[in-house]
């Protein structure tokens, strides 16, 4: 069974780079405003949201284990 995130992008933090959605268009993409979101409310866990995650300069992305609750990113 695949494993899944649930992955947020919190509008009050995002400054509208846009990274999230250049590095990982099949999984971000960019809304109305220019900020991020997750084209899904959970996504396949993987390398790449994480990094995706990891890359954003004000940590405005925040991933959660969609079956236990656990953080997943930005750590505590």
């Given at each position: 069974?695949?494993?899944?995130?649930?992955?947020?992008?919190?509008?009050?933090?995002?400054?509208?780079?846009?990274?999230?959605?250049?590095?990982?268009?099949?999984?971000?993409?960019?809304?109305?405003?220019?900020?991020?979101?997750?084209?899904?409310?959970?996504?396949?866990?993987?390398?790449?949201?994480?990094?995706?995650a990891e890359s954003c300069p004000i940590e405005a992305i925040s991933?959660?284990?969609?079956?236990?609750?656990?953080?997943?990113?930005?750590?505590?």
């Amino acid at each position: 069974m695949t494993e899944l995130w649930s992955v947020t992008v919190d509008k009050r933090v995002c400054v509208r780079t846009g990274l999230c959605a250049a590095s990982a268009p099949e999984r971000f993409e960019l809304d109305e405003n220019g900020q991020g979101r997750a084209r899904s409310a959970t996504l396949p866990a993987s390398e790449e949201v994480l990094e995706v995650a990891e890359s954003c300069p004000i940590e405005a992305i925040s991933i959660v284990d969609a079956r236990s609750g656990g953080k997943v990113f930005p750590p505590e």
